[in-house]
C-alpha cells in the first residue's frame, strides 16, 4: 500500500466504499422491490377475488330470482342462475384479453358439480388449511404451473345462503334439469357455513418481476456509471489541484538539495500558478519559494564569503611565501657573511694575537 501513488490510493479506497455502499444498497433496494412487486401482484389478486365475489353476489341477487320459476319447469338447466358459472364466464371474458391470458379463477371443491372445479392436491391442501375454524381468512403465495410462477391467494368458499341449498344439499332437492346435466355425484351435501370451496386466483408473477429487475438495473446503471465519474473527476481534479503542484515543489525541492541552481524554477509559471492560489498548497508554494529565495540568497552570500576567504587565504599564503623566499635569502646571506666576517677576523687577528702568544 506504501508504494501506491496517492491518485491510486484514493480509487481503491473510493472503489471499496463504493463496492460496499453498492453491495448494501442494492441488496435493499431489491428488497424494496421484491417486497413492492409482491404487494402489487397481491393487490391485483385480491382486486380479481373481490371481482368475483361481487358476480356471485350479482348472480344469486339480481338474476336467480328472475329465473327461479323457470328453472323448476324448463327441461334445459338455466347456467344463468348458477353464481359459480357467472363467475367463471366473466372471469373467462377477462382472460380472453391478450394481457390478462396466463391469469386463473378457480372455486375448487374436494366434490364438485362440475368435474373441472375438482381441487388439485395443492389446492386440496389449502382447502384443508382454510376448513380449520379460526383459520387466517386468507393464504397467498407462489405456485409453479404451467403458465409460468404464479402468485396465488385463496379464500375459503362458504354456503352462505339458504338458496345455495336448492341445488347443492341433495340429489331430489335440486331441478331435475341439473341432475340430467351434471349428475347426481357431485355438489350434494353440503350444509350452511360451511367451507365447501377454494376460492382461488392466480396472478403471473413473471410480468412484474420483470418490471422489478428491469427497474433494479437502470438504477444500479445509474448509480455505478454516476460514481464511475465521480472517481474519474475526483482523481483528475487531485492530479491537476494536489499531485501536480506537489510535483513541481518536489522538483524544486530536488534541485535545492542537489545545490543546483533553482532559478528558472523559482520563476517558473508553473510555480507562479500555484503559488496565486488561495488554498494550503498556495500558501505551502508561498512559504517555499521564500524558503528557497532565502536560501538561494544566504547561498550566494556564503559562496562571496567563502571566495572572499579563498583570496584572503591566498594573499596571505603569497605573503608568507615572499617573507619566506625573503627570510631565507637574507638568512643565507647573513650566514654568509657571518662567516666571511669570521674569515677575516681569523686571518688577521690570529696574526695580531700570535705575537702576544709568542712574546
Ligand atoms: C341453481 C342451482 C345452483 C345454485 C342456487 C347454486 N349453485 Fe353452486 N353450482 C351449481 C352448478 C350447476 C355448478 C357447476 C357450474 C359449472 O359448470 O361450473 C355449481 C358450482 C358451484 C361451485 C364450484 C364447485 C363445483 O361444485 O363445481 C361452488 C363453490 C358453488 N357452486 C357454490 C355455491 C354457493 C355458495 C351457492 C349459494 C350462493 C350456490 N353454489 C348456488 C348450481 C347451483
Redesign the pocket.
Known amino acids: 500500500m506504501s508504494r501506491l501513488s496517492l491518485s491510486t490510493r484514493f480509487t481503491l479506497i473510493l472503489s471499496g466504499v463504493f463496492l460496499v455502499g453498492i453491495t448494501i444498497g442494492g441488496f435493499a433496494y431489491w428488497r424494496a422491490l421484491q417486497q413492492r412487486a409482491q404487494e402489487e401482484i397481491a393487490s391485483q389478486g385480491l382486486l380479481l377475488i373481490e371481482t368475483m365475489n361481487a358476480v356471485?353476489g350479482y348472480t344469486?341477487q339480481h338474476v336467480?330470482p328472475l329465473l327461479v320459476d323457470d328453472?323448476s319447469t324448463s327441461p334445459e338447466f338455466i347456467?344463468e342462475?348458477?353464481?359459480?358459472?357467472s363467475a367463471?364466464t366473466v372471469f373467462e371474458n377477462f382472460r380472453g384479453q391478450e394481457d390478462f391470458s396466463t391469469y386463473l379463477y378457480k372455486?375448487a371443491?374436494l366434490n364438485?358439480?362440475?368435474p373441472?372445479?375438482k381441487a388439485d392436491d395443492f389446492e386440496s391442501d389449502l382447502l384443508s388449511q382454510l376448513s380449520v375454524e379460526n383459520a387466517n381468512a386468507e393464504i397467498s403465495g407462489f405456485r409453479n404451473l404451467d403458465e409460468g410462477n404464479l402468485f396465488y391467494i385463496a379464500r375459503p368458499?362458504k354456503?352462505?345462503?339458504e338458496?345455495?341449498l336448492?341445488?347443492?344439499s341433495t340429489p331430489d332437492q335440486a331441478?331435475a334439469s341439473?341432475i340430467a346435466t351434471?349428475g347426481d355425484q357431485?355438489?350434494f351435501g353440503w350444509q350452511l357455513g360451511q367451507v365447501?370451496?377454494v376460492q382461488i386466483i392466480y396472478v403471473p408473477a413473471r410480468e412484474v418481476f420483470n418490471a422489478a429487475i428491469r427497474s433494479f438495473t437502470l438504477v444500479m446503471g445509474v448509480f455505478i456509471i454516476t460514481f464511475a465519474l465521480v472517481i474519474l473527476l475526483i482523481n483528475s481534479l487531485l492530479k491537476r489541484y494536489v499531485i501536480q503542484p506537489v510535483y513541481v515543489l518536489s522538483g524544486l525541492a530536488d534541485k535545492i538539495s542537489a545545490d543546483e541552481n533553482f532559478a528558472t524554477e523559482l520563476e517558473s509559471a508553473a510555480l507562479q500558478s500555484i503559488t496565486k492560489r488561495s488554498d494550503e498548497l498556495g500558501s505551502l508554494a508561498q512559504v517555499f519559494r521564500k524558503m528557497a529565495a532565502d536560501i538561494s540568497a544566504r547561498t550566494g552570500m556564503l559562496k562571496n564569503q567563502v571566495n572572499q576567504l579563498i583570496i584572503k587565504i591566498d594573499e596571505l599564503r603569497r605573503h608568507q611565501q615572499v617573507a619566506d623566499v625573503v627570510e631565507s635569502e637574507f638568512f643565507n646571506d647573513l650566514q654568509k657573511r657571518a662567516r666571511e666576517l669570521r674569515n677575516k677576523e681569523q686571518g688577521s687577528g690570529g696574526k695580531e694575537n700570535k705575537p702576544a702568544d709568542t712574546e
Open positions: 356471485r344469486t336467480r328453472l347456467s342462475t348458477v353464481p359459480a358459472f367463471r372455486e371443491a364438485p358439480t362440475n373441472k372445479d368458499l354456503i352462505g345462503n338458496s345455495c336448492t341445488c347443492h331441478p341439473l351434471y357431485g355438489g365447501i370451496a
